[in-house]
């Protein structure tokens, strides 16, 4: 029962039911910090963090929160958190919180984290939870990494900071905007969906 | 009935209060621990822009700096209190090296803060350091690159743009391709700043 459980939590969370490509949630900052390897590592890590956790502590009081104001306090808890990682980087990592600005603050509004709290850890003990919000969580940072990945590499002809493409590279300024992240991420479902699709057609025939 | 009233009105509101009195006290704790890291982030940063303005050597060493500072910048307040500009003195602290002053302008996303350093006869750029910036990553952001902030080095105001990668004369720099607002900005900030400096470092001396 167990095993089966984890085993679901890692099939769902990294492809039937990956909240990016599969609910579509958490696109705000999918679309704002995918310009940069960098920037898209720091957030993935955050959210992990504050994922994980979260899930975690509404797990924790799941049988005390009276259901009414159930998501007052599970807002509480990831804002709590997600104030936490904002300091911590200010205090010791200041160029990468510099750099991301108010996107940290914006991991509160990702629906991911919410989405989870609600749909799982406040039927489920602890553990499971934890597990279950650090691997949504790595479920929203591949997608984001591989995004990020192609628009810094067409977007600055770069990757990592580094750049790869030579002088005779002209750089996709589009790929760097807001609009090429929608571009990437639309093939990236297309791509992704069009498989899953078709593995389950070929399971019911 | 009063049992169920209890359960139904008071007990959601004393949780919450509880539970957000924990919350609010666990990122106090952390906020008061850290706040001190993140004054000094802060206050070293500024040196470290003030020296690279002045375009004077940055030693790695955080008391080294502290050491340069003490010992050639001084700070020029006006009536009121407030910081106007720095005056940094060259090493054997016979003449001026550089007047340096911290001046804001708007970005695209937001305020764009810089230290313009001039030379001790404020006719040309010692040196300019982006402070800070929330410009778009990868385009805008390119501000802060090395090869931006270097081409100022012995230019002279008032500015105009030419394109990227074409040559500039004393008056021109190179500006970003796809980020003319934060090029204009950078422009704006740097025409005011001399203007200013003049003005008010000019009869002091």
Redesign the interface.
Known sequence: METFKIKRIFSDNLGRNNPVFAQVLGICSTLAVTNVMKNTVVMCVGLIFVTGLSSLTVSLMREYIPSRIRMMVETLIIASYVIIVDIVLKAYLPDVSRQLGPYVGLIITNCIIMGRAEAFALSNPPGLSFLDGVVSGLGYSYVLLVIAFFRELLGSGSIWGFRVLGAWWTNWSIMVMAPGAFFMLAIFIWIVKGSLIKEEGGNNK | MSREFFK?RI??VL??FV??LV??S??TV??TI?KD??KF??SL?LRRAILFAAGAAIPEDQDEIEKIIAKRVKEVKDDKGNTQYYIVYKEDLTAVNSYVIIKKGAGLW?TITMAVGFDGGIKSLRGVEVI?Q?E????G?RISESWFKEQFRGKKSPFTKVAEGEPADENQFQAI??ATFSSNAIMDILNTSSIDIKEIAGDSR
């Open positions: 139904n007990f959601p949780f919450m539970i957000t919350f609010i666990v990122t952390i906020y850290t890291t993140i982030n802060e940063r937001g800070d929330n778009t990553p990868g385009l952001g391709t796809g």
